[in-house]
């Protein structure tokens, strides 16, 4: 029984209606940022179940699991609001085939909706090879995070005496990005080296031979990196064409979301699934394409028409999101780009105020004047629509510092990963092991927390007992009485095959030994965290789509309940596709954003520039941007002075406010020759006072706004200190 769905109409334009409606064959929206892209994929994906499709023959492919699972939330209130009842096909409501990526089951009639495939590519390619792996595989794969990846590079380096001693030969950390770069933009080391790593290419040779042995390491020990996840599914389906089938008869719909994101194996990837019908529909905006580095090819946006040559085009133009002046300056953004987006974002939107352009005397004060306007937009907003923005996860440092002395919640996205910090990495290695006995670097980890097990004998016991040669284990085992507990819990475990958040909890337990010994200092919080380890995994029910989830997404954020007392820290790579009332952007200096790095090309450039774009669309109604006038130096303790960031210099003094920090802890208003003091509120004063030992030389000058652009200046960014390792902040989790 299916009941019509009120229309759509009122909720949305001529344009984004067409895109909802046209179900079959291929479609493209481009369009700029705000213009309802996203709201278009909802509408769309609930009019297909109004239509009577069954919500287990759509893909929904999402830059985030969380992007699609909101999604999938809307959608459904969207049914429940509009229609009255829909009741599908029997067979619908069992959870097929374990991949569902959905655990809410809330009591609506369209609980069916668990069984919609959505989040990432790479998420998608794991529920599939976790069934399916192409030749060359044992067993079904584990995922490798980075660390892991630069331990086996490292490992395979020295066993092959490649550049031994050579203290100019790359890092491992460094070799694998020139990997996953060769990789993701499908070109030969050679040709990466060649292009963009000029100073590699005394070792090309080495660093070829090294290539091999990592992909057949990875090979034999039945483990895959975030890469190989979409090349490896590619050759599935190449090897397996029955599989495919099954697959493209399986999704009838494909909605791809961030389409200008997406690199070539990804591109393939979606052809191959939509097969001949080619139903699909992608949304994208060629003006935030910011994975380049990662491969992403904005060229697929454009070839869509070659792939698909039936294909719709739709373009929005119309703004939802931000008020005109927010816009005006979005476009500015734009104007000075090298490659034109034929782009002009409008809205209908009234306008409230100006973006705001604050000039702190440092980053240290930045921090405390960044917190005391949170406080005070805290007071017209939720918490959950106020969001700071940063280049890099550890921008937020001296922020998250300051917010916590204050009491202002927050959560973070992006940056450093909860799950790299040690002990939950020393966990989830033995349930890997679980998984998937062959894993090595796993087995390493465990081993080595074990006093005694040198590399030489964790080898010689991983081969033991992949030869079952139980002789040598015990006798290799005798000599380490604790390993000989890890081996019988994993065994154990093994053995009776318990529910995940079980594993994670007797894990806990039998880790805690080693917890307080290895961290004296805080083993208690890192407890916690263990703990918080087994409330996530008690989402689960099957233990390598729990550690799988770990690696792909972050469920530490993702299984997060909205919590509305909260703000945002975010970088601006995990921003993409969000909004918020407040957006305040900070570390708007050289070298910090635009990144050191990418003044060294002019693409890379760009693409700093289109993620200030994605930064500053991201606002609704009020935008700051901080341009702190000098950079903490951890080495002197002292402060350096900063040009502002290129995109700060760029902007018409017309499209914002400048405010600049003054010496009694309020912003002294610099634009149109007004000098206003503004003052936080009395009581915030004590705190928000910077500590005289990071004052900078009061005579300092302010750059006029309006300079002229990059590239006079790109060369002269020389004076200034260093992009800090995250570990140098004290940030690191490890
Ligand atoms: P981005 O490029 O940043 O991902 P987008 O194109 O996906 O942006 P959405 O996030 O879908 O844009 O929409 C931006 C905002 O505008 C949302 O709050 C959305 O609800 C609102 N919006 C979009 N279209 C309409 C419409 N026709 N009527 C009212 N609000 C709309
Ligand atoms: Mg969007």
């Given at each position: 029984?299916?009941?019509?769905?009120?229309?759509?109409?009122?909720?949305?334009?001529?344009?984004?209606l067409?895109?909802?409606?046209?179900?079959?064959?291929?479609?493209?929206?481009?369009?700029?940022?705000?213009?309802?892209?996203?709201?278009?994929?909802?509408?769309?994906?609930?009019?297909?179940?109004?239509?009577?499709?069954?919500?287990?023959?759509?893909?929904?492919?999402t830059?985030?699991?969380?992007?699609?699972?909101?999604?999938?939330?809307?959608?459904?209130?969207?049914?429940?609001?509009?229609?009255?009842?829909?009741?599908?096909?029997?067979n619908?409501?069992?959870?097929?085939?374990?991949?569902?990526?959905?655990?809410?089951?809330?009591?609506?009639?369209?609980?069916?909706?668990?069984?919609?495939?959505?989040?990432?590519?790479?998420?998608?390619?794991?529920?599939?090879?976790?069934?399916?792996?192409?030749?060359?595989?044992?067993?079904?794969?584990?995922?490798?995070?980075?660390?892991?990846?630069?331990?086996?590079?490292?490992?395979?380096?020295?066993?092959?005496?490649?550049?031994?001693?050579?203290?100019?030969?790359?890092?491992?950390?460094?070799?694998l990005s020139?990997?996953?770069?060769?990789?993701?933009?499908?070109?030969?080391?050679?040709?990466?080296?060649?292009?963009?790593?000029?100073?590699?290419?005394?070792?090309?040779?080495?660093?070829?031979?090294?290539?091999?042995?990592?992909?057949?390491?990875?090979?034999q020990?039945?483990?895959?990196?975030?890469?190989?996840?979409?090349?490896?599914?590619?050759r599935?389906?190449?090897?397996?064409?029955?599989?495919?089938?099954?697959?493209?008869?399986?999704?009838?719909y494909?909605?791809?979301?961030?389409?200008?994101?997406?690199?070539?194996v990804?591109?393939?990837?979606?052809?191959?699934?939509?097969?001949?019908?080619?139903?699909?529909?992608?949304?994208?905006?060629?003006?935030?394409?910011?994975?380049?580095?990662?491969?992403?090819?904005?060229?697929?946006?454009?070839?869509?028409?070659?792939?698909?040559?039936?294909?719709?085009?739709?373009?929005?133009?119309?703004?939802?999101r931000?008020?005109?002046?927010?816009?005006?300056?979005?476009?500015?953004?734009?104007?000075?780009?090298?490659?034109?987006?034929?782009?002009?974002?409008?809205?209908?939107?009234?306008?409230?105020?100006?973006?705001?352009?604050?000039?702190?005397?440092?980053?240290?004060t930045?921090?405390?004047?960044?917190?005391?306007?949170?406080?005070?937009?805290?007071?017209?907003?939720?918490?959950?629509?106020?969001?700071?923005l940063?280049r890099?996860?550890?921008?937020?440092?001296?922020?998250?510092?300051?917010?916590?002395?204050?009491?202002?919640?927050?959560?973070?996205?992006?940056?450093?990963?909860?799950?790299?910090a040690?002990?939950?990495?020393?966990?989830?290695?033995?349930?890997?092991?679980?998984?998937?006995?062959?894993?090595?670097?796993?087995?390493?980890?465990?081993?080595?927390?074990?006093?005694?097990?040198?590399?030489?004998?964790?080898?010689?016991?991983?081969?033991?007992?992949q030869?079952?040669?139980?002789?040598?284990?015990?006798?290799?085992?005798?000599k380490?009485p604790?390993?000989?507990?890890?081996l019988?819990?994993?065994?154990?475990?093994?053995?009776?095959?318990p529910?995940?958040?079980?594993?994670?909890?007797?894990?806990?337990?039998?880790?805690?030994?080693?917890?307080?010994?290895n961290?004296?200092?805080?083993?208690?919080?890192?407890?916690?965290?263990?703990?918080?380890?087994?409330?996530?995994?008690?989402?689960y029910?099957?233990?390598?789509?729990?550690?799988?989830?770990?690696?792909?997404?972050?469920?530490?954020?993702?299984?997060?309940?909205?919590d509305?007392?909260?703000?945002?820290?975010?970088?601006?790579h995990?921003?993409?596709?969000?909004?918020?009332?407040?957006?305040?952007?900070?570390?708007?200096?050289?070298?910090?954003?635009?990144?050191?790095?990418?003044?060294?090309?002019?693409?890379d450039?760009?693409?700093?520039?289109?993620?200030?774009?994605?930064?500053?669309?991201?606002?609704?109604?009020?935008?700051?941007?901080?341009s702190?006038?000098?950079?903490y130096?951890?080495?002197?303790?002292?402060?350096?002075?900063?040009?502002?960031?290129?995109?700060?210099?760029?902007l018409?003094?017309?499209?914002?406010?400048?405010?600049?920090?003054?010496?009694?802890?309020?912003?002294?208003?610099?634009?149109?020759?007004?000098?206003?003091?503004?003052?936080?509120?009395?009581?915030?004063?004590?705190?928000?006072?910077?500590?005289?030992?990071?004052?900078?030389?009061p005579t300092?000058?302010?750059?006029?706004?309006?300079?002229?652009?990059?590239?006079?200046?790109?060369e002269?960014?020389t004076?200034?200190?260093?992009?800090?390792?995250?570990?140098?902040?004290?940030l690191?989790?490890?």
């Amino acid at each position: 029984q299916i009941t019509q769905t009120k229309d759509f109409n009122s909720h949305l334009n001529e344009a984004q209606l067409q895109a909802v409606e046209s179900i079959n064959g291929a479609t493209l929206v481009i369009a700029g940022a705000g213009s309802g892209k996203t709201r278009t994929i909802v509408y769309r994906l609930a009019h297909l179940l109004n239509s009577g499709v069954s919500p287990s023959n759509i893909l929904l492919l999402t830059f985030t699991r969380k992007a699609s699972h909101e999604m999938l939330q809307r959608a459904t209130k969207l049914l429940n609001e509009t229609t009255s009842n829909i009741i599908y096909p029997e067979n619908d409501l069992s959870a097929s085939e374990n991949n569902n990526y959905y655990y809410h089951k809330e009591n609506s009639p369209h609980t069916s909706l668990i069984n919609l495939q959505g989040g990432t590519f790479h998420s998608f390619a794991f529920s599939v090879l976790r069934q399916y792996y192409p030749s060359g595989y044992a067993t079904p794969p584990n995922i490798l995070d980075s660390s892991d990846s630069s331990g086996i590079i490292h490992d395979c380096k020295d066993n092959l005496k490649i550049a031994k001693g050579e203290k100019s030969f790359p890092k491992s950390q460094t070799v694998l990005s020139l990997f996953s770069k060769a990789r993701n933009k499908e070109l030969s080391l050679d040709e990466v080296i060649k292009r963009e790593l000029y100073h590699l290419l005394p070792y090309s040779d080495d660093l070829e031979q090294l290539y091999q042995a990592y992909k057949s390491f990875k090979r034999q020990h039945a483990v895959m990196d975030y890469d190989d996840l979409l090349f490896e599914l590619e050759r599935l389906f190449t090897e397996r064409p029955d599989l495919l089938t099954s697959y493209q008869n399986r999704f009838q719909y494909i909605m791809v979301d961030e389409y200008q994101d997406t690199n070539l194996v990804q591109c393939r990837l979606v052809r191959l699934l939509a097969g001949e019908k080619g139903n699909i529909m992608a949304v994208g905006d060629d003006a935030q394409s910011i994975y380049a580095f990662r491969g992403a090819n904005v060229k697929n946006i454009l070839a869509f028409t070659e792939h698909f040559p039936q294909a719709k085009i739709i373009k929005l133009e119309e703004n939802y999101r931000s008020t005109q002046s927010i816009l005006n300056l979005c476009n500015s953004v734009l104007d000075h780009a090298v490659e034109s987006y034929k782009k002009h974002l409008f809205t209908k939107r009234e306008n409230k105020q100006k973006p705001q352009v604050i000039r702190p005397f440092s980053d240290l004060t930045q921090a405390k004047l960044v917190a005391s306007r949170i406080v005070e937009l805290m007071g017209r907003y939720e918490p959950n629509e106020i969001a700071v923005l940063f280049r890099s996860g550890y921008h937020s440092y001296h922020l998250e510092l300051e917010l916590n002395k204050r009491g202002v919640r927050f959560r973070k996205y992006g940056g450093i990963r909860y799950i790299e910090a040690q002990h939950i990495k020393d966990v989830m290695s033995y349930a890997r092991l679980l998984v998937n006995p062959l894993d090595f670097n796993a087995f390493q980890r465990v081993t080595s927390l074990s006093k005694g097990i040198g590399p030489k004998t964790c080898l010689k016991l991983y081969n033991a007992m992949q030869n079952h040669d139980d002789q040598e284990v015990s006798k290799i085992c005798k000599k380490a009485p604790t390993l000989a507990a890890d081996l019988k819990i994993i065994e154990k475990l093994r053995i009776s095959n318990p529910s995940p958040s079980y594993i994670i909890d007797e894990l806990t337990e039998h880790y805690k030994p080693y917890l307080t010994s290895n961290f004296p200092d805080d083993h208690p919080r890192r407890l916690q965290g263990l703990e918080e380890l087994g409330h996530i995994a008690a989402t689960y029910t099957e233990l390598d789509l729990f550690i799988a989830d770990l690696c792909l997404e972050d469920p530490f954020n993702s299984n997060q309940q909205e919590d509305t007392e909260k703000i945002t820290l975010s970088t601006i790579h995990s921003a993409k596709g969000l909004e918020w009332s407040a957006v305040l952007i900070i570390d708007l200096a050289e070298d910090r954003f635009p990144s050191k790095k990418s003044l060294l090309k002019i693409e890379d450039f760009e693409e700093e520039r289109r993620l200030m774009y994605v930064a500053c669309t991201r606002a609704k109604d009020e935008l700051y941007l901080f341009s702190p006038l000098s950079l903490y130096d951890r080495a002197t303790g002292g402060t350096n002075q900063v040009q502002p960031s290129p995109f700060i210099k760029e902007l018409k003094t017309e499209l914002y406010e400048e405010w600049q920090e003054n010496y009694i802890g309020g912003l002294t208003q610099k634009s149109a020759g007004v000098n206003q003091t503004q003052t936080y509120k009395p009581e915030r004063l004590s705190q928000t006072k910077w500590n005289s030992e990071y004052d900078i030389d009061p005579t300092i000058t302010i750059t006029p706004a309006n300079n002229p652009p990059i590239p006079s200046t790109v060369e002269q960014n020389t004076n200034t200190t260093q992009a800090k390792d995250p570990r140098s902040l004290g940030l690191c989790t490890h």
